[in-house]
């Protein structure tokens, strides 16, 4: 059975090679190199204590505030309100306690399985290497700044996620260059990062070719069908014959899913990174600071700097202002961190507006399959997302329910 795989990030990735493994003939399509999307600037973490959903009241009521500080932490393009209204009306819906509940569970669903499946997947590539043992440190200057994260701490004990509360001076013995301005950190254990999350994507696709697959570049314009999928149609001129296609292409796979007369409210949570090669400082564990909203990872040969989000959809210009915000509050934090020999970069983070991925067969054509939506948690989802894929798509009972995931819940 031949499987086009439309889009080569790193959930993309991992689900050709899932599928080629379990005997599918793969092809993984994309219209750029494989990695280059969100998968090449994302923040490294494997972020599993992160599934709480953005839709909490605690949240969404600072919105309007934020949106008036041109340094808040999220950020929304005038001229874009008018198209995000009906999608920030799908998340004010999310927010009610009964659905906030259950949201959080099958969150939680898949951050539990994150290490059963992603550890077998990195060793049997030869991967292992590229997952670091440190974790993350979310960093308060105060007590009142650590009760207004306590509805996360909250959300991961009722989950049973471990952590563990720090002096500041506690932190800085872990990181010495962590400023004397933090009162207090959360070590999370579990939420360990990636050596270079582009690489890893890359050395993927290595392993997927070895094993068969096939990689091609082209821009999807359509889909045949004749009662069920048949083809792939490139504005290149060319079909790609199929019996099934998956469709994760992150925050462009929206407009794929209109091709097939099946809309879903994905928007683009724009992110920016700055990665600094000569930063002057060295760490071991990335960083978190939940009221500065902003997140350090030492990655890809430097120290990535990110944090923020912009709404402007997928094709307005980037806005680097973003990154240079991130960076000085980071430098709050990190005060010797120096910003020399770096570079800015802007991806697009697929969102949902209950924050939980679609991963799907389809509602309306038959031989067409979705895993999207997966926000800040691609690469933390990835291994998972290909083991749940693959059993959906092969016919094995998967190891939760995925009735949560399904395309048609909105």
Sequence with gaps: MTTVVVGAGIIGTAIAYELQKRGRQVILLDKGEVGRGASYGNMASIAVTEFMPASRPSIWKQIPGWMLDPEGPVCVRPTYMPKLLPWFARFVAASRPGKLRQLEAQGAALCKRVYDDLLPLLRETGLEGELTEEGCLSLYSNEAEFRADREHIEILERFGFPYQRLTGVQAQELEPELSESIGIAVLFPQNRSLRDPFRLVSSLAQRFTALGGEIRRGTVAGFDRSGRITAVRLAEGDRVAAEEVVICAGAYSCLLSKMLGEPMPLETERGYHTQIMSPGISMRHSIIWPARAFMVTPTAGGIRVGGTVEMAGLDAAPDYRRSKITVRRTQTALPNLRCEDFSEWMGHRPALPD??????????????????????????????????????MTGVVPPIDMRPYRIDRF
């Design 355 to 392: 924050t939980v991925p679609v991963m799907s067969a389809s509602a309306r054509v038959p031989g067409v399959f979705y895993a999207t939506g997966h926000g800040h948690l691609g690469v933390t989802y990835a291994a998972t997302t290909a083991r749940l894929m693959g059993d959906l």
